[in-house]
């Protein structure tokens, strides 16, 4: 996740909940890591930027995701090498993306969502 970096990712899931929330799909559409695969209802599709995003929110972000990411609590959280889980079966993932070689700085970006 890189040294001191908590505040970064509580700071990103604050921001998802509140966007999410506020069922403000550009902003969530701008925290996406492009292209994305999204899972919904058990069939993959590709989205290859921000715009297809936006037009494809509502069948992404159903009524049960949208449940499970307002009430994923940092403290919660499972972390491993792929990236920080939020929900129980893994629904949604954001990941740390090096900026510069070193990774020193980085971008947290949603990696996948599996709805």
Not at 54 to 81: E, M, P, W
Not at 90 to 103: M, P, Q, R
Request: charged residues 20%; glycine residues 6%.
């Amino acid at each position: 996740m890189g040294a001191d970096s908590h505040g970064q990712y509580h700071q990103f899931l604050n921001q998802l909940q509140k966007a999410v929330k506020e069922k403000d799909k550009k902003s969530v559409a701008a925290m996406v890591d492009y292209p994305i695969t999204v899972t919904v209802s058990h069939k993959a599709t590709d989205i290859a930027d921000s715009h297809a995003f936006v037009k494809a929110y509502d069948s992404v972000f159903t009524d049960r995701l949208v449940n499970i990411i307002l009430h994923q609590t940092y403290a919660g959280l499972f972390v491993n090498s792929t990236g920080v889980m939020v929900g129980p079966q893994g629904e949604l993932w954001f990941s740390g993306l090096c900026t510069v070689k070193d990774c020193s700085r980085f971008d947290i970006k949603i990696m996948q969502i599996n709805n």
